[in-house]
């Protein structure tokens, strides 16, 4: 089959014919007759290969064409000038303007709206020569006056076969609609997330007024603890306690009546063993130290406690701990006791680490121990999880604390509590509600006592907020025929006032009481009188009491409740 000729072939069969014709021209008849009969057929050959190339490509601009008119977006070329030479039917329907009325205007002339926005940015493509893709242009058309409408274009230089710049191509998408669409939806994402703002407030605010509430539920558990202390430190125990001392006296009158001293000393057992109990109550539900040392002065006395027996706490703390809020303090009391009571039951080991430290914005407490341990994932999935360890969970959710169990079975278990430091640290509100507690006891001068005792007889002050208490134990000292009670006070601020003005040898100096406790009391008077010798008498007999009060200048720090033997030898030594 012969080969379709080449382009090429074309070109150089066409300048043979060329030639001939020119022959022709040039010598008519002796060209015909010269001329090889050959080259003729070959001219007309070219010839019609020539008409069907340019009926081939006729066809192909015409398909050009129609995709040109017919494709879905808007085209259109401009000259050098910036004036419409060629527009497709879809940017005719876009802009609202005839085909006609574009070619051979200006993008001013046909739409000024637009035009004003876009002008200077065209001029800079076609001086650049650099093709500008996705620009936004909004405005009015012609056809429709009074409606903004968006376009989408993009602009590109178009260059002839000699590389030169002759203008730009223009393709144009409408893009209204979509753009309605996104501010629609631009306003449902800002109403949805409005809302969303809304809820997540009214969430948050009945999520803090749980929290408030469940907070206040636990100060006003503590609070009943205190005041239930209370009730038994300040009435049950002080009733007991006056009822030994007026049994001691009762007994000391009746030496010769053996029978009747034997049920006293019975009675007297028998308020011994109710005033421990009172005051193992009385420190089961609020302990006083923790309210009046702080939280290290608590763990302290926590390890001497009688059902800490057998486990030995080794207390570590920072420096300085910064004072912590009621609610806070008792929370970490109460927390590292029922740890500490775990280790005792299911630890297996006789040795505890107790750890606190802070820092500007939290408060750790670390309990350690190297006995049996456990498996802690286990502990989260199973049923039986301790009740105890939900409700510490539970309350440090609360108080936005954490906490952490590092624990492995034979391993040992590593409990790390985290909670965030309160800004603004509230009384102590038993403190506070001993203060502003009136006191309607006088400072009593026992002078007709004094006149008539020996002048060798020790002087004695007696302070102590409780009366029946006072009362009580005066009867008992002034039974002592080297005692002297020259007289009696309620408050450390009345001790003073009266050691001013008649200067005891000895002052019985109760610890906790309104206005100024006895450790500031026997601090000022040691202070001024430092010949005055001061014996301690309270219910608590810790380490730290003790320590605090005997640093103040006291000699002893004796239990109310103990024998009167050695309050006694106290005041004589």
């Known amino acids: 089959m012969k080969n379709k000729p080449t382009y090429a072939d074309l070109k150089e069969s066409l300048q043979e014919a060329e030639e001939i014709l020119d022959t022709l021209r040039s010598h008519k008849v002796d060209a015909v007759v010269g001329m090889d009969q050959v080259a003729m057929m070959r001219l007309k050959e070219v010839e019609d290969q020539l008409h069907e190339q340019i009926q081939i490509s006729g066809n192909r601009l015409k398909e050009i064409e129609a995709i040109y008119q017919n494709v879905p977006v808007g085209l259109c070329i401009l000259d050098r000038d910036l004036k419409f030479i060629r527009v497709n039917e879809h940017l005719v329907k876009i802009h609202g303007v005839s085909a006609e009325e574009h070619l051979g205007k200006t993008m001013s002339e046909v739409l000024p709206d637009l035009a004003k926005n876009i002008e200077a940015d065209l001029r800079q493509v076609m001086d650049s020569g650099e093709a500008k893709f996705n620009v936004e242009l909004c405005g009015e058309t012609p056809d429709q006056p009074g409606v903004e409408r968006c376009f989408l274009e993009h602009w590109l230089p178009l260059y002839n076969k000699q590389e030169n710049l002759i203008g730009l191509n223009m393709v144009v998408e409408e893009i209204t609609e979509r753009k309605q669409f996104e501010e629609e939806l631009q306003q449902l994402n800002a109403t949805l997330e409005e809302r969303v703002a809304e809820r997540t407030k009214i969430a948050e605010e009945r999520a803090e007024k749980l929290r408030e509430m469940a907070l206040q539920m636990s100060q006003v558990e503590e609070k009943e603890r205190q005041r239930l202390a209370r009730v038994l430190h300040d009435g049950l125990q002080q009733l007991l306690i006056g009822a030994k001392f007026n049994t001691k006296h009762i007994k000391n009158q009746l ?6 001293t034997g049920q006293l000393k019975e009675l007297d057992e028998i308020l011994d063993q109710s005033i421990e109990a009172s005051r193992s109550l009385s420190y089961e539900l609020s302990p006083p130290i923790l309210h009046d040392q702080g939280l290290l002065a608590a763990l302290h006395w926590l390890t001497e406690i009688p059902h800490m027996k057998g486990l030995s706490i080794e207390i570590q703390a920072d420096k300085k701990i910064p004072p912590l809020s009621q609610n ?27 750890r606190v430290s802070s820092d500007k914005e939290n408060i750790c407490v670390e309990v350690i121990d190297k006995g049996a341990g456990f498996d802690v994932e286990k502990e989260k999935l199973s049923s039986s999880t301790s009740q105890g360890l939900r409700n510490i969970r539970e309350k ?22 985290s909670i965030p430091l309160e800004k603004h640290t509230p009384s102590n509100p038993a403190q506070v509600s001993r203060k502003k507690k009136v006191q309607t006891q006088k400072i009593t001068s026992s002078s007709s ?84 010798q ?18 103040a200048g006291a000699k002893y720090l004796l239990n109310k409740g103990g024998p009167s033997e050695q309050l006694f030898a106290a005041i004589r030594s």
């Open 255 to 260: 030496v010769d009546q053996d029978e009747i």
């Open 328 to 354: 806070l303090k008792v929370f970490l009391f109460q927390v590292v006791r029922e740890f500490l009571i775990n280790i005792i039951k299911h630890a297996k080991v006789d040795k505890a680490k107790v």
């Open 396 to 417: 440090l959710d609360l108080m936005n604390g954490h906490l952490n169990i590092d624990s492995l079975p034979g391993e040992g278990s590593h409990f790390t509590m």
């Open 449 to 532: 006592d004094s006149a008539g005792s020996s002048s060798n007889a020790i002087k004695l002050l007696v302070v102590d907020d409780h009366q029946l208490m006072r009362n009580g134990l005066v009867r008992l000292l002034a039974s002592e025929p080297d005692f002297s009670i020259i007289g009696e006070a309620g408050n450390g601020v009345e001790a003073i006032d009266f050691v001013h003005k008649y200067q005891p040898d000895v002052i019985i100096m109760d610890i906790t009481m309104p206005e100024m406790d006895g450790i500031e009391a026997t601090r000022q008077i040691h202070q001024k009188f430092p010949d005055i």
């Open 534 to 551: 001061i014996v301690g008498l309270s219910m608590h007999e810790e380490g730290e009491y003790s320590t605090q009060i005997k640093k």
